[in-house]
């Protein structure tokens, strides 16, 4: 590559288990180039450095320091979100997060003001919305394929990872359980395909007040549950959409489900991980057979968010995968929390911008020249009488 087609600098905070998929993926894309990790255990640090073939392992400030770290990937613990994309802000680099943003709308909300005022760009996880399985669903809706949006339906219900997680407590203290720890993939998906969400209301269940760890050396143990288990919950969009979902982990029958109700049809999204092959049922004959449209395009996997973002910011344009997305979707689960506690629909103050699908021949493997935009302004924008704004 030339110097003016150089591959945009990333550094890494968190050298934890995450930052595996992180390094893996990130390697394949010739556009960016991981060039420092970090981390509060420095030889931890040093071990993913070694094994992910990265130049330096180092502190985190001297990570922030560096000229050629330009976005920092924020992999810490959902406890320190804010404070290390604060810091990475104030020394003046971009910023992808792992998810939730923050853990509160006031912390969220200063993040994103930070970045404002010192003129650069936050985007955050979950990434699996640039997936090719999403974006798949996301060009078949905005063409039309099942007309005007009108309902939402999607599950997420299974026994719990206490049954097979060795030590599963940390899924069922504060600010995880089904809604935090897997809602957010749910949640951004909706916003990116059916645009803001105006409220929520919902009703929570927590049918048992202990567990057990099911494997593992401390199988057997018991434990508080600190969040609501089940959840259901009643959606609205800004569009006039309504959606109902069901987020839970008390079902002995795993079960997913996304689909769109549309006017002339159904769409069923593949909403977990990043490929599956979107299904669709057109007309309302009861014989209508489903079509299996399978996801054109290149593979993608996690740290492909961080790709977009490079793209994004070398094009002059925001992310898809935005902050402002991110602290929407914060704000919806919040407020279902708040609903399911309170009995009370709870309206949504944020919102999120529109959000163009990716072309079908878009190429994380494939170095993108400089000014090359990935789509064309307005191509696949949804129409407004189809209700996914």
Known sequence: MTAASAPTGVGIIGAGNISDEYLRSLATYPDVRVVAIADLDLDRARAQAERFDVPDAVTVDELLARDDVEIVVNLTIPAAHADVALAAIAAGKHVWGEKPLTLDLPSARAVLDAAAEAGVVVANAPDTILGEGIQNSHRLLADGAIGEARTLLTLMQGP????????????????AGPLFDIGP?????????????????????????????GSG????????????????????????????????????????????????????????????ATRVLAGDDRDTEWVEVAPPGVHRERGVGVLELAR????????????????????????????????????????????????????PTGATPPGSAPS???????APARGVR
């Open 160 to 175: 719990g990872p206490d049954s097979w997680h060795p030590r599963p407590q940390f899924l069922f203290a504060r600010g």
């Open 185 to 213: 993939y749910y949640v951004s998906t909706m916003i990116q395909l059916l645009g803001p969400i105006a409220s929520v209301e919902a009703v929570g269940q927590r049918p048992r007040a202990e567990r057990v760890v």
């Open 312 to 363: 994004a910011l070398r094009d002059g344009r925001p992310p898809r995968a935005s902050g402002e997305l991110a602290l929407h979707a914060l704000e919806v689960m919040l407020a279902i929390e708040r609903s399911a506690a309170s009995g009370a629909a709870i309206a949504i103050d944020s919102t999120a911008p529109v959000v163009e699908p990716l072309p079908a021949d878009w190429d």
């Open 376 to 382: 064309t302004p307005g191509e696949h924008r949804p």
């Open 217 to 276: 050396p401390d199988a057997g143990t018991r434990f508080p549950v600190e969040v609501d288990t089940h959840l259901s919950v009643l959606t609205r969009f800004a569009s006039g959409v309504v959606g109902t979902s069901v987020y839970s982990f008390d079902s002995p029958r795993r079960r997913q489900a996304f689909e769109i109700t549309g006017s002339e049809g159904v769409l069923e999204v593949p909403v977990s991980g990043f490929d599956g």
